[in-house]
């Protein structure tokens, strides 16, 4: 039911009608973004699938002209109003000064979900190209350490806080099960660092069991996230659908593409409850830029999974068909996928992926691909149910760890706390367990227990002051009771 125009510009007519015009946000992004995105418009385009491109700007570009999202206006409204868009890399400044264009992109339209298919490519060379491996990593995508509120507690000491909320957990867990049920998929993994941060990843490992309780029919199973990179690698065919937070998912789906051969041809989307963006997993290659060789196909299968998210099945079975004919070729391929020393530029290896439109390759098979469930959870705050029982309070001393505890000792007793430990990156140090901690940067967690109940807001103040006359406190955290579930950890040590 569709109409191609190949390269040559013949028509093979297979539909009289025209259907319904599709409105897209096109961004082309830094470095070879212009030249990849402008091969998947082509191709799109070549289907005849009706689409009106709005060219929007964000990136370098942006920056330069002093924007400190990277993201003018134009293009957020232009998102806000089509809901869908086809996106190229955003360059990010390293190290300092402007926030990531893309993760702004990502929290402003609350696209919560990262999807990224993970599938062997017949004619891809690869470490595993006689492997069958066909998975989607679904990775959280707006919360974690990627929130990026981080301080420089003292000049030697920097940190990052890993948010991470019941209703991430939820939100992404479902639409893991949802992929799962679109796609016909049978199993979801959920692979957390769980043993270590108990309530952080904890909480993506129990949201996702109860969540996983809601779709019976599919199987569900939990692996510990470094364990979870050694099977990829050592058996990746067992996974179907894989959900992470953030930074476990953003590692591993890398790793996922250089199972399958590579950057050059790793799709990704990401979706919210309002809008989804659709760009490739790799980056601007500023190595590459300019060059007319990067490879476009990362590209164009995220123009696929766009297509099959307006409903355009057809047109990205077309598309996908094509890309594995060309492919499987070996002609004209990019130099990061070609078989031979001649290699094609992205301009002849697009053209071929058009000539080849209306072929299918023998290796292809079809999948459902049924809407997405999109909707996000409501947020429904819990009802009150902690007291406060004392405050950790982070010190910049090279006080010995007896004497600090000393003096601290004598404040805390005045203003009705206790100082129960002193812990250095996690570890008791006093009272002391033993062992080598002589050497512990001068950064130290102190807690402090009221004597008495729940202390008030002002006798926190209080100690805070008291204890800030004598030692420079660079954090302070609140220890909240809870008779139900763990509030705050232990340190290495603590009894
Ligand atoms: P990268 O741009 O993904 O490039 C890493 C390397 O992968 C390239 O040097 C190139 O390898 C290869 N590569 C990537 N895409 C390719 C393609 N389409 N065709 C052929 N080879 C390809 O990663 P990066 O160098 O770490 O990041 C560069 C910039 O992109 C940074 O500013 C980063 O913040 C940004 N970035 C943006 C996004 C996004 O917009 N979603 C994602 C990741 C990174 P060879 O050098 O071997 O040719």
């Given at each position: 039911m569709l109409a191609f125009i190949n390269y040559n510009q013949s028509i093979f007519i297979k539909s009289k009608f025209i259907a319904m015009a599709h409105n897209v946000t096109l961004i082309p992004g830094d470095g070879i973004g212009p030249e990849v995105i402008s091969a998947a418009q082509k191709i799109v385009n070549a289907t005849n699938v009706n689409i009106n491109w709005e060219l929007c700007e964000a990136g370098k570009k942006s920056f330069a002209q002093g924007?400190?999202?990277?993201?003018?206006s134009e293009t957020i409204a232009s998102i806000k109003r089509n809901t869908v868009a086809l996106k190229g890399p955003l360059e990010t400044p390293i190290g300092h000064g402007g926030k990531s264009a893309n993760v702004t992109l990502r929290k402003l339209f609350d696209t919560f979900g990262n999807i990224r298919p993970v599938k062997t490519m017949p004619g891809i060379k690869s470490p595993f190209q006689n492997h069958d491996i066909d998975m989607i990593i679904v990775r959280e995508n707006v919360e974690d350490l990627y929130t990026g509120i981080e301080h420089m507690q003292t000049p030697d000491v920097a940190q990052t806080l890993k948010l991470i909320s019941s209703w991430g957990c939820e939100n992404i867990s479902h639409l893991a099960f949802s992929i799962a049920q679109s796609q016909g998929r049978k199993k979801v993994t959920c692979a957390t660092k769980a043993n270590i941060m108990k309530l952080s990843e904890g909480m993506m490992k129990r949201t996702f069991e109860s969540v996983a309780e809601l779709y019976p029919d599919i199987e569900s199973e939990h692996i510990i996230v470094d364990n979870c990179a050694h099977q990829m690698v050592?058996?990746?065919?067992?996974?179907d659908v894989i959900v992470m937070t953030n930074m476990n998912g953003d590692i591993l789906s890398d790793l996922g593409s250089g199972l399958v051969g590579?950057?050059?041809i790793a799709p990704g989307a990401n979706y919210g409850e309002n809008a989804a963006i659709f760009e490739a997993v790799?980056?601007?290659?500023?190595?590459?830029?300019?060059?007319?060789?990067?490879?476009p196909t990362a590209v164009i299968l995220s123009s696929v999974m766009m297509l099959r998210h307006l409903g355009e099945l057809d047109a990205a079975d077309a598309i996908e068909n094509a890309l594995y004919v060309t492919i499987d070729k070996?002609?004209?391929?990019?130099e990061d996928i070609s078989p031979t020393p001649i290699c094609g530029t992205t301009e002849q290896f697009t053209n071929q992926v058009m000539n080849n439109l209306g072929q299918t390759h023998n290796k292809w098979s079809k999948r459902s691909h049924s809407k997405l469930k999109l909707q996000s959870v409501p947020i429904v705050e819990s009802a009150p149910s902690y007291s406060t029982e004392g405050v950790d309070i982070f010190f910049h001393t090279s006080t010995p760890p007896q004497t600090l505890a000393k003096t601290l000792s004598n404040i805390a007793q005045k203003c009705g706390f206790l100082l129960k430990m002193i812990a250095n990156r996690g570890v008791q140090i006093y009272p002391d367990i033993g062992?080598?901690?002589?050497?512990?940067?001068?950064h130290h967690q102190c807690r402090f227990i009221y004597k008495n109940g729940s202390p008030t807001e002002s006798e926190i103040v209080k100690l805070v002051a008291h204890l800030g006359a004598e030692y420079s406190w660079t954090h302070l955290e609140r220890l909240q009771n809870s008779q139900n579930t763990e509030t705050y950890s232990k340190a290495q040590g603590e009894s």
């Open positions: 924007l400190t999202t990277g993201v003018p050592m058996n990746p065919e067992q996974f590579g950057l050059g790799h980056g601007s290659a500023p190595s590459i830029a300019g060059k007319n060789i990067a490879n070996g002609k004209f391929l990019t062992g080598f901690t002589s050497k512990s940067p001068p």
